[in-house]
């Protein structure tokens, strides 16, 4: 029998955010972040997961995929496994799979069929080949790429970086399927111990990560970092940033300076650390430095090109304050961010530098949406409300309209679970595994706040809204689909929406077409005629430190061990009854005694 497709899996592989891609036909089959199934947030090792969750969704075995393609940003693939067989690297292959990675047909795989690429190379194929763009050129800034000596695609020959110097930043420009790097930025080894040698590169990504360290004592606290920065004064700091003439300075930090990093201890409060006007000033410099060299960088690739279309990926692009002021005022006519900005979305990038430069495919596939994951039954949620100790603490019932049903809870102040078709890929929940509120109390933040996140006070929540009612509720012309561009709200709505509006009048857009989400798309209709607001809340259905939702199993727990007012799976609203108030605190405290002994657990 003939085969029916090729397939091609692209793969993030080690460090954190693994991911897989799945490609049929050079379409996106299905795509997901190995944090969603694990449940551990960035989760990093081996990768048998994410493979399996792809094939099972699509019904097929690895036998079946004509092309692997693969990324590891600290060293290639094959020389990392080679390493990990005879060093302990827990955070790269804990000791719990090792097993399952030796037994697997990919690991220190010798196959044709297995490729290994650099990594800017990936992230330039996440965001050209899936762009709606024929032509234009590519922006790639992140915290730390490739060694020199590793990078596969050609660049100019006129730069003077030796061999471990790491990628930083990569400019390329593309027609069709043909990608030419223009530029690279590289950051050249410094002195350090373990991670603090990468904080201390001379890099825009790496600055950050910094500056998140120092306030957060977590190098992956960007987006807090970006939340809290305007909160700070202008110019309390000097330059951590400099661009001269196209080069960029990094200064080193001095200890008159920064003395006040954020230590952990268990009994204090970070939002009343005494450190807190330092660490806003800081944060404001750190920010206002990164958008002023990103806008820089993307005018001088507007200039040397004349390109009218920018594609852009990175864990930097991530930054939707900064993506902002370069759609809006780096002069290009398009924007495309890749929604899956960060290292999950390498897989696509692996996949897509399978399908167009190794098996010499045309380009067909836009990626207009990012509803990847796999679609899970009536059937499959329905068992999970069915558990014993679930029924017995719901009412589930099932809606005609659930979208004007909905609609009603949330303008009553209730806070919904949303849980709908298949699952976002990337780090933004926009509006499949998505917390939604009413935007037109101040004190809706506070209640999510204090209900479900758990976050510090100072984080915005981001609004959806209807496609074409964007431009009379924000400013600018530039649509933003993935929720990664912020905007001005028009002073006239900001007392009309004001739990979504930063303190400096921003918002973290999510536009809703009903192409691309049909659902989301008549719920905000619906609420919109009760309310005469086509705006909601919506962040990621997650607590503070967990992943976002997967499955219907996730949704149920996260419902039922926070305060969200209602599950709505599929077209059942899910509520809490009487007995839950008296069930809930004893499943807690079994799953704590259960946590517990299992940590103190000696191994036999």
């Given at each position: ?294 806008l820089a960088r993307a005018r001088w690739l507007r200039e040397a090109t004349g390109a009218k279309n ?295």
């Amino acid at each position: 029998m003939p085969k029916k497709h090729t397939y091609v899996l692209g793969l993030n592989t080690y460090d954190h955010d693994v991911s897989a891609c799945l490609l049929r036909d050079g379409a996106i089959a299905f795509a997901i972040a190995k944090e969603r199934i694990t449940r551990a947030k960035h989760a990093s090792g081996f990768y048998k997961e994410v493979i399996d969750y792809c094939l099972e969704a699509e019904g097929i075995t690895l036998d079946d995929v004509d092309l692997v393609v693969r990324n590891c940003y600290i060293l290639p693939v094959p020389e990392m496994e080679e390493r990990l067989v005879y060093f302990d690297a827990p955070g790269f292959l804990p000791d719990f799979e090792r097993g399952d990675a030796a037994k697997h047909p990919l690991y220190l795989s010798r196959q044709e069929k297995v490729v290994t690429i650099s990594h800017h190379l990936a992230h330039a194929y996440s965001a050209f080949a899936v762009s709606p763009f024929e032509d234009g050129v590519v922006m790639i800034v992140d915290g730390v790429g490739s060694y020199r000596s590793d990078v596969m695609e050609a660049f100019p020959a006129s730069d003077t970086a030796t061999p471990l110097a790491r990628e930083s930043e990569s400019y390329y420009k593309f027609s069709g399927t043909t990608l030419e790097c223009l530029k690279k930025v590289w950051m050249e080894p410094d002195r350090g111990f373990l991670s603090d040698e990468f904080y201390n590169m001379p890099g825009l990504g790496a600055l950050y990560s910094r500056a998140s360290t120092y306030i957060f004592g977590d190098w992956n606290k960007c987006g807090e970092l970006m939340g809290l920065a305007p909160y700070g004064r202008r110019d309390q700091f000097k330059h951590l940033l400099e661009l001269n003439d196209g080069k960029l300075h990094v200064p080193h930090w001095n200890a008159t300076d920064f003395k006040q990093p954020y230590v952990f201890d268990a009994g204090s409060n970070w939002e009343k650390n005494p450190a807190m006007r330092h660490w806003e000033d800081l944060a404001w410099r750190t920010q206002d430095d990164t958008e002023n060299v990103l806008l820089a960088r993307a005018r001088w690739l507007r200039e040397a090109t004349g390109a009218k279309n920018l594609c852009m990926a990175g864990g930097v692009v991530l930054n939707c304050v900064a993506n902002g002021r370069v759609a809006r005022e780096a002069g290009f006519e398009n924007v495309w961010i890749q929604p899956a900005a960060g290292d999950d979305g390498i897989a696509i990038g692996c996949a897509y530098y399978g399908w167009l430069e190794i098996l010499k495919q045309r380009r067909g596939f836009v990626m207009d949406h990012s509803y990847v994951g796999r679609a899970y039954s009536d059937q499959e949620a329905a068992a999970q409300l069915q558990k014993f100790l679930v029924r017995i603490q719901v009412d589930a019932v099932k809606s005609e309209n659930v979208c004007r049903d909905t609609a009603k809870l949330l303008a009553d102040q209730k806070v919904i679970g949303w849980f709908q078709d298949r699952s976002e890929f990337g780090p933004r929940a926009l509006g499949n595994r998505s917390l939604l509120a009413d935007p037109r109390k101040p004190e809706m933040k506070d209640i999510l706040n204090s209900r479900v996140k758990h976050r510090q006070a100072f984080r915005p929540f981001a609004p959806i809204v209807l496609a074409e009612r964007m431009k009379e509720i924000f400013e600018g012309e530039e649509d933003s689909p993935f929720m990664l561009i912020a905007k001005p709200v028009r002073p006239e709505w900001r007392g009309k929406i004001p739990a979504i509006v930063h303190v400096d009048g921003t918002a973290r857009v999510q536009t809703v077409r009903e192409e691309t989400n049909p659902m989301l798309y008549r719920l905000l209709k619906e609420f919109e005629a009760l309310t005469g607001v086509p705006v909601l809340i919506n962040t990621s259905f997650n607590i503070k430190g967990e992943p976002i939702v997967e499955a219907p199993q996730d949704a149920v727990n996260c419902f039922l061990t926070t305060g969200v007012d209602h599950l709505v799976i599929h077209d059942t609203i899910v509520s809490k009854n009487a007995m839950h108030k008296v069930v809930a605190p004893l499943v807690n405290i079994y799953t704590d005694v259960r946590t517990l002994v299992a940590s103190t657990a000696q191994p036999a």
